[in-house]
Every structure is written in C-alpha cells, then in structure tokens.
C-alpha cells in the first residue's frame, strides 16, 4: 500500500528567516509574506529585534554603532528579553489564533551570534531558554547561506544609498555589521552548525543567487511542507 505524505497546515504555523548580515532574509521574508497575503493566507509579518513597542526600543539599543561598550552578556540579555516580549506579546496570540507567523530572525540568530560569534557560556540563560523559547521553535526555518565575503560587499553596496530617498530603516551600518571578518565567520559557522543539528526544521537556501530564484526557492520548499491554498 502507498504511503500518503501529510502536509501540514498554514493555520498556526510558525516560519522563520535566518542568516548573516546581507544574505537577504528581509528581502525574502517580505516577498514570502505578500505572496501569502496574496493568496488569502491571515498571517503576521514580524522582526526581531523590534517586533513590538519594547523591541523597537531594545533595537535602537543593540544596533546603534555607537554602542561600542555594550557588554557581550549585556547584549545577550537584551535579545532574550526582546524575544520574551515579543512571544507573549505578539507570536503566540497571532499562533493561537491560527495566522501563521514570518518572523525575520528568532532564537537562531541568538546562538549563531552571540554563542558562536561572541563565544558566550549559554549556560546561565540555559533555563530561560529551556522553558520559555524553546517551546516556541519555529515549524520551518529558511536559512539563507551566503559567503561571510558576499554578505559583506552586499552590505557595502546598500549603505552607499544611505540618505537618498526610500533608502531602508537601518540605512547606516548597525553595530553588529561594523564586527571584524572573524566575527562573521563564527557566526556563519553557527548557522551551519544548527543545520546539521536540526536538519528536519532548517532548509538551506543558496542566497547567492538573484532574488528571484532565491524566492522561488523559498516558495518551492514552504509549498512542499505545508498545505499552501
């Protein structure tokens, strides 16, 4: 007899966008969101950090460039407490409710970045992330894999816009961008380490491609998870 393979439903899912500065998350996340809408699909279109009132304050904090003194166990705390707030406060009313949820960055940033990149001991948060986050894992994480060098000469370009008209919210550098080479190469070795430890929620993404293919890519993957209208 053949086995029938069950995709699972759009209502409630929880689907994150991952990678270094410049892959192109943003991008993705906010062309993956309108295609959904297109489609009829009730869903919340979310950040971290910044995805509530309190995280837009904490997001001002943790990329402002001219906090060169922030702690590394400062800014540790302050990604947990924008991702606490941001749980209760918007990500599990929108998942009780049945929208599915795009969040551009979750708890993956927070290991590749601050575990691997800023080479922190996890284990006096260990509890915090056991009981509060991780009951939270997303359903799907799309983590979009690009060169350290690539990511950067991106960033390079779209800061030169900076000023102009229609140029993005974050249009100077943030704090964690302006980080050394070696820094970004931990961080990109973190992502690569989580998706070999959570092969069946984390997809990879050729980000280096045109964005456009990278979209198809994303549509093709989330089409043969879940149940797409």
């Not at 406060?89 to 940033?109: M, N, Q, W, Y």
């Not at 260990?126 to 986050?133: G, P, T």
């Not at 894992?137 to 350290?148: A, N, S």
Request: glycine content about 6%; hydrophobic content about 40%; some cysteine.
């Amino acid at each position: 007899m053949e086995s029938t393979t069950h995709k699972q439903s759009l209502k409630g899912a929880f689907i994150t966008l991952e990678g270094i500065d410049g892959c192109g998350k943003t991008t993705q996340a906010k062309l993956l969101a309108e295609r959904l809408r297109q489609l009829g699909t009730l869903l919340v279109e979310t950040r971290e950090p910044g995805g509530t009132a309190v995280g837009r304050a904490l997001r001002q904090v943790l990329l402002d460039p001219d906090n060169l003194d922030l702690a590394p166990e400062t800014e540790l705390l302050l990604f947990l407490a924008d991702r606490l707030q941001h749980l209760v406060e918007l990500i599990k009313p929108a998942l009780a409710r049945g929208d599915t949820v795009i969040c551009d960055r979750f708890h993956d940033s927070t290991v590749a970045f601050q575990k691997f990149g800023r080479q922190l001991d996890f284990s006096t948060v260990e509890s915090v992330v056991r009981n509060k986050i991780e009951p939270a894992t997303p359903d799907l994480t799309f983590w979009m894999d690009l060169t350290p060098c690539l990511a950067r000469e991106r960033i390079r370009v779209r800061h030169k816009v900076s000023g102009r008209d229609g140029a993005p919210e974050d249009a100077e550098a943030t704090r964690l961008e302006n980080e050394a080479e070696a820094f970004h190469k931990r961080v990109q070795n973190g992502y690569e380490v989580l998706y070999g430890t959570y092969p069946q929620r984390i997809v990879k993404i050729d980000a280096a491609a045109g964005i456009g293919e990278v979209a198809e890519q994303v549509w093709a993957l989330l089409t043969e998870r879940f149940d797409v209208p």
